[in-house]
């Protein structure tokens, strides 16, 4: 005969210690949802309506409380420059072939968000890691000269040679990385950001047309990191804001394409072939249903 030693066996949980466990499954801080009630981090949603802008709301959702003027204008500003970058890009144009298959709205921008993953999509967050490693290394004081080298050198052995937010396959200067970080500029003018990753970015910026001979400019996704930086952002969000703005050009373009119509659209004409690299024409040997042995 064996006899449990182990420890005693717990009493059973009452009803209400199950309501309880069941209540604990989620926990959030973000909104509390009573009947006929809506509250957003402490705010009732009705106080928001018509007196908070979208760029507000994202903020308080993301950071548990209301933006400033200027904050606010700097994150729109921000947002506002990403929308959209044309039919080529392939996000946009996966959810114009997508509603072309028969995908509804909803459908086509899932499978265009989906496609912004860490080389189309994933710059911005990966600049934002470059800059704050780089303001890590510096401490309290200025990151110096030596210290962004030092910064880019450690990216460069972690994640290749690519330089996330700088250059620009179509745009010699980005014309939206030239107005956002004019904006930024005047924000630190008014103190209403300190400019330490500008400056860190301007930095990153010299030594790689040192390197390079020529210059690289900061693009969109520069320009976005150092916004998202300077404004206190986390870097993976640098990556879901970007994606939050996207969203409203993947939904025009969408949207767009169900207007003109179209089946199975793919990502090029069919009057424009593509490229075969295989072996030349060949049929198989004796009576050509089974090969030769």
Same mark, same amino acid.
């Given at each position: 005969m064996s006899v449990n030693i182990g420890k005693p066996a717990k009493p059973p949980k009452t009803a209400d210690e199950r309501l309880q466990d069941a209540s604990d499954w989620w926990t959030t801080s973000i909104i509390d949802i009573q009947p006929?009630?809506? %509250?957003?981090? &402490?705010?009732?949603?009705?106080? /928001?309506?018509?007196? @908070?802008?979208?760029?507000?709301?994202?903020?308080?959702?993301?950071?548990?409380?209301?933006?400033t003027a200027a904050q606010s204008a700097l994150l729109e500003a921000a947002m506002v420059a990403a929308v959209d970058h044309g039919p080529h890009a392939p996000s946009i144009a996966i959810s114009r072939m997508a509603v072309t298959c028969g995908l509804p709205l909803n459908g086509a921008m899932a499978s265009a968000i989906n496609a912004l993953d860490?080389?189309? %999509?994933?710059? &911005?967050?990966?600049?934002?890691? /470059?800059?704050?490693? @780089?303001?890590?290394?510096a401490g309290e004081d200025e990151a110096t000269a030596e210290q962004i080298e030092?910064?880019?050198?450690?990216f460069i052995a972690a994640n290749g040679k690519i330089i996330p937010g700088f250059g620009h396959r179509w745009h010699g200067v980005d014309p939206r990385a030239v107005r956002l970080l004019q904006l930024v500029r005047e924000a630190q003018a008014n103190g209403e950001v300190g400019g330490r990753f500008g400056r860190?970015?301007? %930095?990153?910026?010299?030594?790689?047309?040192?390197?390079?001979?020529s210059p690289i400019p900061m693009n969109i996704d520069g320009a976005t990191a150092v916004i998202y930086c300077e404004l206190g952002f986390e870097s993976p969000l640098g990556r879901g804001l970007f994606i939050l703005s996207?969203?409203?050009g993947i939904l025009a373009h969408a949207w767009e394409q169900t207007q003109q119509g179209g089946r199975i659209k793919g990502p090029m004409s069919p009057g424009i072939p593509y490229r075969y690299t295989g072996v030349e024409p060949r049929s198989l040997n004796g009576d050509g249903d089974t090969p030769a042995h």
């Open positions: 006929g009630k809506i %509250g957003v981090r &402490g705010y009732p949603i009705q106080d /928001l309506i018509g007196r @908070i802008r979208f760029p507000d709301m994202v903020w308080l959702m993301l950071r548990g409380e209301l933006p860490d080389v189309h %999509g994933g710059a &911005g967050e990966q600049c934002m890691e /470059l800059f704050v490693d @780089i303001d890590q290394s030092a910064g880019i050198d450690r860190i970015a301007e %930095g990153v910026e010299r030594i790689m047309q040192a390197r390079k001979g996207r969203s409203v």
